[in-house]
T-cell receptor, first 114, second 112 residues
């Protein structure tokens, strides 16, 4: 049973470009969470999605950031017109959605904006 | 809303010594509590979790934690650490389905 898969592991973008981060949850998991980790800081919640629904996006910046979890395929975190301050590690976690809220984390995507 | 405070940002300790990493939380509702470990350039690995029942929780790699509701604490302990325990440790709290709130982390450095 493969774990949570994130790709790419490392992503370099120039200022103004778009970044697309992908997350495939564990088999049987229908809930996905995205977190951002800035250098020397803890993880900050961004968004919680179920298939085709955004449940909680209270941690998402108001502009340039969007997330989706389509019926088929991975969850996508999209950052438009990236700026240097977007440089961070982005982690995805998944859970089955029933029972205790134990989430399993992927290895993360490390975004560097140059 | 929940919040988590990890009281020590860095904890240096010698190999085979005991260690305690402190975590306090605040919440207006009952919560679930977690400790994760993160090695350099890796994701988070669950060490242990408190969901209900016994307040002493045992996890992987010889770690354990005790839930203290009156003190709103969930401190992580290990009686004898190894060099390989050097990593970042995160305490997290969740009120149920949905997001978790993480502390800022404690860097454990085990010295020979």
């Amino acid at each position: 049973n493969a774990g949570v898969m994130q790709n790419p592991r490392h992503l370099v973008r120039r200022r103004g470009q778009e970044a697309r981060l992908r997350c495939s949850p564990m088999k049987g998991h229908s809930h996905v969470y995205w977190y951002r980790q800035l250098p020397e800081e803890g993880l900050k919640f961004m968004v919680y999605l179920q298939k085709e629904n955004i449940i909680d996006e209270s941690g998402m910046p108001k502009e340039r950031f969007s997330a989706e979890f389509p019926k088929e395929g991975p969850s996508i975190l999209r950052i438009q017109q990236v700026v240097r301050g977007d440089s961070a590690a982005y982690f995805c976690a998944s859970s089955p959605g029933q029972g205790p809220p134990e989430a399993f984390f992927g290895q993360g995507t490390r975004l560097t904006v140059v | 809303a929940q919040s988590v405070t990890q009281l020590d940002s860095q904890v240096p300790v010698f190999e085979e010594a005991p260690v305690e990493l402190r975590c306090n939380y605040s919440s207006s509702v009952s919560v679930y509590l977690f400790w994760y470990v993160q090695y350099p350039n890796q994701g988070l690995q669950l060490l242990l979790k408190y969901l209900s029942g016994s307040t002493l929780v045992k996890g992987i790699n010889g770690f354990e934690a005790e839930f203290n509701k009156s003190q709103t604490s969930f401190h992580l302990r290990k009686p004898s650490v190894h060099i390989s325990d050097t990593a970042e440790y995160f305490c997290a709290v969740s009120a149920g389905a949905g997001k978790s709130t993480f502390g800022d982390g404690t860097t454990l450095t085990v010295k020979p």
